[in-house]
């Protein structure tokens, strides 16, 4: 998750001139719905692409044909879409997924889907660069209770803010070898966007392999905290470790430049954990001492 810049693409010329080129499928179809097509271009962007506010888009009355043909000029660009299509995939946002937060995009999300809004199918402030994310979302805009819908990485401010955190747990079997966790929102629930918060979490975030990510890199954590955390020589104490985990907190947000990548929402969660911290300590030191080893995490 991470608040992106618009992108500055003319939308109007181009839809314009797609309707007068007599050389593409939406020709002549998409000609009477010009008109309409740009309200709601215009709607999307007064309301700040929120799909539940008052004045948002609404589907409008196109027959499946032009919609077919709208959507493949998503698929397979004319000329006058290619360019933007091209760099917001490739150059939107390469190093961490601006919808759920993994280390990577390749694709463009619809935030409102294509399926039930052609007329945005190519609209620019509708696509986002995104994983496969974009795929595991599916359809999902809103949800049926009050405030819930996908936070939208063009406008939502609020993805400037640590929004979610992976809490562990330790498990009865395992100690911390194999903790549960979970996805906490870090808004208080009377907070305004934290029905949408969370909708996005569950809808967008969850159904990534975040939790998989976390528990992989987590494993790798203990194995070779020392790598992860940089600690005084000698008997490491839970303060020195509590400095060392907001340190590399620190750099993973630089770094992926957002608050809320995976990487952060985990160190995040180490940090929250007093319980995990101490054993965190207590384990570098065993490590430095010879006691355990670490393929025995
Ligand atoms: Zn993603």
Known sequence: MKQLQRPTVPDVANLRSLARNRRVASYPALEPHVREILHSYAAYRRVNGNAIAAGAPTELNINNGLADALRQHYNTPPAVLQPFL???????????????????????????????????????????PACLCNTKRQDNLTGAGPGQRVLHPYYDAILNQRLARVDIQQTQQNGFRRPTMQLAVLLPNQHPNFAAVRYHIDNVVLKTQVLEHCEATWIKIGRRPKHYFTVPAGQVSA???????????????????????????????????????????????????????????
């Open 86 to 128: 091209k760099t917001m995939r490739e150059k939107g946002s390469p190093d961490v997924c601006p919808m759920c937060g993994s280390l990577g995009t390749g694709t463009l999300d619809h935030v409102f889907p294509k399926i039930d809004f052609p007329e945005f199918a190519f609209f620019s402030l509708n696509l986002v």
């Open 239 to 297: 303060q020195a470790l509590t400095h060392a985990v907001a340190d590399a907190l620190n750099k993973k947000d630089i770094h992926y430049g957002s608050l809320n990548n995976w990487e952060s929402m985990l160190f995040a969660g180490i940090q929250a954990n007093a319980a995990l911290i101490a054993f965190l300590a207590q384990r570098v030191t065993d490590l430095r001492n010879g006691v355990v080893n670490p393929e025995d995490f």
